[in-house]
């Protein structure tokens, strides 16, 4: 299984992105978005398990971001509105079979590509 995301792009302050993920068959209940910034450690954004009914965030998005799932299963999104300069950075799509701590970037057996996110002010 592969992922590939995309829709990254520059936005100025308050503006909004949709990035998408896609999975080349649906063999994970458990799909997650983390981002890294330049110079900083990967960290956890969002999460969501199939089939889509359970959604989770770091509390500095809450609000701001939504994660969805389609009804298929295989793609992802990740809205995100009134963002920030410190939204900044590269966000990665990744997945997952099993009941994992859905925060833990080594609890992901599959990931994606990074798309860039740059929020200027």
């Known amino acids: 299984v592969q992922l590939q995301a995309s829709g990254g792009g520059a936005v100025q302050t308050g503006g909004s992105l949709r990035l998408s993920c896609a999975q080349s068959?649906?063999?994970?209940?458990?799909m997650g978005w983390f981002r890294q910034a330049p110079g900083k450690g990967r960290e956890w954004v969002a999460a969501?398990?199939?089939?889509?009914?359970?959604?989770y965030y770091r509390d500095s998005v809450k609000g701001r971001f939504s994660i969805s799932m389609n009804n298929a299963g295989d793609t992802v999104y990740l809205q995100m509105n009134d963002l920030k300069p410190e939204d900044t950075a590269v966000y990665y799509c990744?997945?997952?079979?099993?009941?994992?701590?859905?925060?833990?970037?080594?609890?992901?057996?599959?990931w994606g590509q990074g798309t860039l996110v740059t929020v200027s002010s």
């Open positions: 990744a997945a997952s079979s099993g009941v994992i701590v859905v925060s833990l970037p080594n609890e992901y057996t599959t």
């Open positions: 068959g649906r063999g994970h209940n458990v």
């Open positions: 969501i398990r199939w089939p889509g009914t359970n959604t």
